[in-house]
């Protein structure tokens, strides 16, 4: 995020100690590219943008949204917290291009006004079909064409958000990133005593405490999560209700995440999808203690290891009956780019 009038910064509790006159905030999709960017909605996912837009909202701190994608997506929530949006699609090199109908003059006048209008239609719903003008039934929340200037301004009500997706199939393909556990999923821990659901808690216990977690430094700060096993068998699983993931199955796509092994496992340590169980004691003995990794697994490995891949309520989890630590993040189904592995192989 940058500010006009003034550097500024979030705190933790959602503050900025130093208010800016004009807040721009330049957020857009995660990158993606052939297999796992054809995703059945046009939601956009990632909350932490839109938490930010509501933190200045709250704190009267006037916002212009700058939003880049490659495609028009369903965004009604993040626009409600803005007072401008910008769909400034993917401007690569030409992103200074941006700056000069944003920043104004020494008196505050624009430099240069916006010209661009609409190439695309923009959906009303997450899950509205094509829309082509002139076609039966055309109803979008922005036609093709539409644009607004500093000459010729406008307002836009504030906008349903009930996007139209519902349930695991509003994510299908984004279990943990940036520290988080992406809606719906959440992490449960089982033992011999039950089940206990974290959803977003940083950290907890089993019920007897036979494995725990607490938040973890990775890539970023409090970007992983750090699971220890006692020794007395535990569970930790990503879960949410059933997706289907057969398609991507069949299109060899993988389990994908980042780990660091704290402690070497005692004993056999599978990775589970469901009832999939594989054996990654190998893998995870080998890995130096305290090192980041990143591994693929093949969805196809887990289907034939048991998995029922139509039907995925865990589509991540570690199990073992041994002592054991470990350190995750990341976690997702990631393109087979020709390393994605079978561990059982």
Known sequence: MTEAGGAATLSADGSFNTRPDVAIVVFGETPYAEFQGDVEHLDFVPEEPLEILRALQAQGIPTVSVFLSGRPMWTNPEINASDAFVAAWLPGAEGGGIADVLIG????????????????????????GPLNAGQTGYDPLFAYGHGLSYARPGEV???????????????????????????????????????????????????????????????????????????????????????????????????????????????????????????????????????????????????????????????????????FAISFENVRLASNEGDAVCPAD
Request: proline share 6%; with cysteine.
């Open 157 to 323: 009500p504030t906008l349903s958000e009930e996007s139209g997706v519902t349930g695991a199939a509003a994510n299908p393909d984004r279990y943990f990133t940036e520290g988080r556990f992406t809606p719906p999923w959440s992490l449960a821990l089982r033992d011999a005593g039950g089940e206990r659901r974290l959803g977003q808690e940083a950290a907890g216990a089993s019920p007897r405490g036979g494995v725990t977690v607490r938040s973890a430094d990775g890539s970023a700060q409090e970007s992983a999560r750090a699971l220890v096993f006692s020794g007395d068998g535990g569970v930790a699983n990503i879960s949410a209700a059933p997706v289907d993931l057969t398609r991507q199955t069949n299109g060899e796509m993988a389990i994908g995440f980042r780990y660091r092994v704290d402690a070497a496992p005692t004993g056999p340590v599978f990775l589970t999808l469901d009832e999939g169980m594989v054996d990654m004691t190998r893998l995870f003995g080998a890995a130096p203690i305290g090192e980041w990794r990143e591994i693929k697994v093949r969805l196809s490995c887990l289907r034939e290891a048991g998995a029922n891949v139509a039907e995925v309520s865990e589509p991540f989890g570690l199990s073992t009956e041994s002592a």
């Open 105 to 128: 003059d020494a008196a505050g006048a624009p430099r240069h006004d916006f010209t661009g209008t609409l190439s695309f239609s923009w959906p009303r719903t997450a899950v509205q």
